[in-house]
DNA sequence: TTTTTAGTTTCATATTCATGGAACTATCGT
DNA sequence: ACGATAGTTCCATGAATATGAAACTAAAAA
């Protein structure tokens, strides 16, 4: 896999870009308030777009360290990572 | 010029756009740890990038509300804009 | 007044990103 | 075993982004 070791500054690059686009803003914020995890589906219901797009928007945010997913057989459920929203982003979850 | 009025989310997309890019990144944390206001000439020459490319990124920060540009004659000064980084990343400049 | 300096704008270009369709994988229900 | 369901991956494509060169504007210095 090779995967490239990264520093504090690309990890936050990484981390803007996944926020700068409204689909995954929105994500975001579903995630927030409904507290409880989401799956893929119920999510990709509320934001009228192609089953692709939706996996691409969840890929970029997961890479991103954004959010972890859980898969239960078919379904596969996304939280946030709050860890990573207090260490880079602390205060941004309760501004949104 | 017809300045399209833009609501919180797009608003937000924008900043983060405008952080997600090592360069500016650079240019912020230069800012933050300067206090006092710089000019682009000051920090375009810790960043080994043309006059033009520079002053694009100058553009990105200031349009979407993260620095402020005061001109004095030939040279213009920029400052970090804090109320904007206290209303949609508080606590963000504090991690960098 | 001519030249240098500070910065912007315009243009071309290469790269990255967002999107949907189609084919794929894995699991569930019948 | 077979068809439906939940997601991912691959591919093509149009749009947005980052970059530098060159031409430009305005002010300082000579």
């Not at 409904?34 to 890479?63: A, N």
């Not at 959010?67 to 309760?94: I, N, S």
Request: overall charge positive; charged content about 35%; proline content about 1%.
């Amino acid at each position: 896999m090779n995967m490239k070791l990264k520093n504090e500054d690309e990890l936050r690059v990484q981390i803007f870009k996944a926020l700068a686009d409204e689909t995954r803003l929105e994500i975001v914020r579903m995630l927030k308030d409904s507290k409880k995890e989401l799956s893929c589906g119920e999510i990709g219901d509320r934001v009228d777009m192609s089953k692709s797009t939706v996996s691409y928007h969840f890929k970029t945010l997961r890479e991103a360290g954004l959010t972890t997913t859980r898969k239960d057989a078919r379904t596969k459920y996304v939280q946030l990572r709050k860890e990573t929203f207090d260490h880079y982003l602390p205060g941004f979850l309760d501004s949104l």
